[in-house]
């Protein structure tokens, strides 16, 4: 069985418009004490925006963390409070500008949990109808449509790196809804 750390104290040392992290002191198996920096975040959605013909809809943005442009998956955090499928629907609509009628869950997991709570929910969205992008200021995305294949072969060649979009894409893929 595991050895389950009891939290001894516990403070806020950093909050931005993101996520915040909280410094806990724990006690250790050992009977000892150690820090654990835990990145706090209200979690988010992905969407697998499929069109008529099976395409899926990517986007390419510029992300600072890694200094490079990234090909990834529609996706969005949650608003606090926010169920993930209005989150899914919401961040769509925004991002890309699709409105989708069909939004269905897909598969929930978190995406590094040993120093974060982020929960992430991946949803297949259909019968989408085009509108008008909601960017926020900061933002610039470019949505590009992709076959199937093409993006499991990317995936495979190792040039998609971003892991829920690998996530999303494989499993849409293994489960048969692309």
Same mark, same amino acid.
């Not at 490079?68 to 969005?76: R, V």
């Given at each position: ?12 040392? $950093? ?18 004490? *150690?820090?654990?920096?835990?990145? !706090?975040? *209200? ?28 090909? !990834? ?5 949650? +608003? ?15 991002? #890309?500008? $699709? ?12 995406? #590094? ?33 992709? !076959?199937?294949?093409?993006?499991? +072969? ?25």
């Amino acid at each position: 069985m595991a050895y389950e750390e009891k939290t001894l104290s516990s403070q806020i040392v $950093y909050e931005g418009p993101v996520f915040r992290v909280r410094k806990h002191i724990v006690n250790t198996v050992d009977g000892g004490e *150690s820090v654990r920096d835990i990145v !706090e975040h *209200s979690g988010g959605a992905i969407m697998v925006a499929v069109s008529p013909d099976g395409k899926v809809l990517m986007e390419k943005q510029y992300r600072k963390s890694l200094e490079c442009e990234m090909l !990834e998956l529609p996706a969005g955090k949650a +608003d606090p409070g926010e169920n993930p499928e209005t989150t899914a629907s919401r961040e769509l609509a925004e991002e #890309t500008g $699709y409105i989708a009628g069909d939004v269905r869950h897909l598969v929930s997991f978190y995406p #590094t949990c040993g120093y974060s709570n982020e929960y992430l929910h991946i949803y297949i969205c259909r019968d989408l109808t085009a509108g008008e992008k909601h960017l926020d200021r900061d933002e610039c995305i470019d949505l590009k449509w992709f !076959e199937a294949d093409e993006l499991v +072969d990317l995936i495979m060649k190792g040039e998609i790196k971003d892991s829920k979009t690998i996530i999303g894409i494989l499993f849409a893929r293994q489960s048969g809804e692309i």
